[in-house]
């Protein structure tokens, strides 16, 4: 999936979530915090690709990325659930020691970026290529398991049919949080 379809699919699953979580009230800093995190998890299991948008972020960032993408191949072993573990782990610690607990919730922030990455591998198995899993094996796996079904990145069907679609969801999960 390309990097906007990611951030759509990401955000239709934080307002999936949000909606049936019961959470009615967040401070503004707590949601624009969430969103923003969100997106980052979305972009975060590319981490190895020198294109990611998250390099454009650091300065020399797009160097770092492309020596990272010399040790680490595309949809290794950040789209697995080894990767999901240690972004989990990683991720924990940086938003407990970025946030202050008195103006934003951290356990929301938090758990905002892990759907995030979970949404991006979800997004991912439904491509050709599929995802490792079982990162170090060499296994890839896809939904539907059936490889010419699924995804081609890019392509027409995800411009034309997986945007709007999520997109619409999105708006669903929304409309449904907005009226309780």
């Given at each position: 999936?390309?990097?906007?379809?990611?951030?759509?699919?990401?955000?239709?699953?934080?307002?999936?979530?949000?909606?049936?979580?019961?959470?009615?009230?967040?401070?503004?800093?707590?949601?624009f915090?969430?969103?923003?995190?969100n997106?980052?998890?979305?972009?975060?299991?590319?981490?190895?690709q020198?294109?990611?948008?998250?390099?454009?972020?650091?300065?020399?960032?797009?160097?770092?990325?492309?020596?990272?993408?010399?040790?680490?191949?595309?949809?290794?072993?950040?789209?697995?659930?080894?990767?999901?573990?240690?972004?989990?782990?990683?991720?924990?610690?940086?938003?407990?020691?970025?946030?202050?607990?008195?103006?934003?919730?951290?356990?929301?922030?938090?758990?905002?970026?892990?759907?995030?990455?979970?949404?991006?591998?979800?997004?991912?198995?439904?491509?050709?290529?599929?995802?490792?899993?079982?990162?170090?094996?060499?296994?890839?796996?896809?939904?539907?398991?059936?490889?010419?079904?699924?995804?081609?990145?890019?392509?027409?069907?995800?411009?034309?049919?997986?945007?709007?679609?999520?997109?619409?969801?999105?708006?669903?999960?929304?409309s449904?949080?907005?009226?309780?």
């Amino acid at each position: 999936m390309i990097a906007r379809t990611h951030s759509l699919f990401a955000f239709a699953s934080l307002a999936g979530v949000a909606v049936y979580s019961g959470k009615t009230e967040v401070s503004t800093a707590t949601f624009f915090a969430c969103l923003i995190f969100n997106t980052i998890g979305a972009l975060l299991p590319d981490i190895d690709q020198a294109s990611n948008r998250l390099w454009d972020l650091i300065p020399g960032g797009e160097s770092i990325g492309k020596a990272l993408g010399v040790f680490m191949k595309h949809r290794g072993i950040s789209h697995s659930f080894l990767g999901i573990f240690l972004i989990d782990k990683f991720s924990y610690w940086l938003v407990t020691n970025l946030f202050n607990e008195n103006f934003v919730d951290v356990g929301l922030v938090y758990w905002s970026l892990v759907i995030g990455v979970i949404s991006h591998i979800v997004a991912d198995s439904l491509t050709e290529e599929g995802v490792p899993l079982l990162y170090p094996l060499k296994i890839n796996f896809g939904l539907p398991p059936v490889k010419p079904w699924r995804i081609k990145t890019g392509g027409w069907f995800e411009n034309l049919v997986v945007m709007p679609v999520t997109g619409l969801i999105a708006i669903y999960f929304v409309s449904l949080y907005l009226r309780r």
